[in-house]
T-cell receptor
Framework: ETGVTQTPRHLVMGMTNKKSLKCEQH?????MYWYKQSAKKPLELMFV???????ENNSVPSRFSPECPNSSHLFLHLHTLQPEDSALYLC??????????????FGEGSRLTVL | AQSVTQPDIHITVSEGASLELRCNYS??????LFWYVQSPGQGLQLLLK??????LVQGIKGFEAEFKRSQSSFNLRKPSVHWSDAAEYFC?????????????FGKGTKLSVKP
C-alpha cells in the first residue's frame, strides 16, 4: 500500500458538474497539500493544511474548495470548473516538526479533464 | 522574485552515459534546494536535498548534486544512467522557516534513455 493514496485516478467532468478528489495518507504526517501540475508549467501549490487547519491558500479560485476533516484525509471539492482547470492534481503530505526537511510524499495524482 | 530555472526541457542520453541536469535559482534568503523525480503515471519522489554544509550531496538511486552559491546553481548528476532513470526531474527551492510544502518548483526536465 502506498503512503499517499488519491482517488479517482482519472476524472472527466463538465463545467456544470460537482465532483470531489480524495486523498488519504497512511504515514502519520500532520501536514497535507494540494498541488496542481499543468503541462509546461511549474508545479503550483494550491492549499496547505497543518494539523487540519488551512495555513495557506495561494490565490486559488473559489471553484476549488478544500476540506481536511482529519490529519489523514484531504478533499478537493470541484464545481463550475473551466477547461483550463484540466490538469494533474497531486496530493502530498509531510511531517511538520522543528526544522523542515523539505521531504514531501506525493500521491500518484488525479488526472482531471474538464469538457 | 523567487524562481527556479531548468533550462533543458528534454534531454536524451545513452544508457551507461553520464548525466547532468541543470538548475539555477533566484532566491533572496539562504535556500533549501531539492531534486524530485516523477516517473510516468506517478507522483514525485525526493531524490536529494541541500540545507547546509558539504556542497556535494548524495541522494538515492546513485544521484548527486552540487550546490554552487556563486553560480546560483544546483545541478544534478549521475555517472552512469540506467534505462529505469527515464523520468521527469524537478528542481525546487524552499525557505528556512517556511512550511515544508511551500516549495518553488522548476518546470522540469524530461530524461529519455537510449538503449
Amino acid at each position: 500500500e502506498t503512503g499517499v493514496t488519491q482517488t479517482p485516478r482519472h476524472l472527466v467532468m463538465g463545467m456544470t458538474n460537482k465532483k470531489s478528489l480524495k486523498c488519504e495518507q497512511h504515514l502519520g504526517h500532520n501536514a497535507m497539500y494540494w498541488y496542481k501540475q499543468s503541462a509546461k508549467k511549474p508545479l503550483e501549490l494550491m492549499f496547505v493544511y497543518n494539523f487540519k487547519e488551512q495555513t495557506e491558500n495561494n490565490s486559488v479560485p473559489s471553484r476549488f474548495s478544500p476540506e481536511c476533516p482529519n490529519s489523514s484525509h484531504l478533499f478537493l471539492h470541484l464545481h463550475t470548473l473551466q477547461p483550463e482547470d484540466s490538469a494533474l492534481y497531486l496530493c502530498a503530505s509531510s511531517q511538520e516538526q522543528g526544522e523542515p526537511t523539505g521531504e514531501l510524499f506525493f500521491g500518484e495524482g488525479s488526472r482531471l479533464t474538464v469538457l | 522574485a523567487q524562481s527556479v530555472t531548468q533550462p533543458d526541457i528534454h534531454i536524451t542520453v545513452s544508457e551507461g552515459a553520464s548525466l547532468e541536469l541543470r538548475c539555477n535559482y533566484s532566491y533572496g534568503a539562504t535556500p533549501y534546494l531539492f531534486w524530485y523525480v516523477q516517473s510516468p503515471g506517478q507522483g514525485l519522489q525526493l531524490l536529494l536535498k541541500y540545507f547546509s554544509g558539504d556542497t556535494l550531496v548524495q541522494g538515492i538511486k546513485g544521484f548527486e548534486a552540487e550546490f554552487k552559491r556563486s553560480q546560483s546553481s544546483f545541478n544534478l548528476r549521475k555517472p552512469s544512467v540506467h534505462w529505469s532513470d527515464a523520468a521527469e526531474y524537478f528542481c525546487a527551492v524552499g525557505a528556512l522557516g517556511g512550511s515544508q510544502g511551500n516549495l518553488i518548483f522548476g518546470k522540469g526536465t524530461k530524461l529519455s534513455v537510449k538503449p
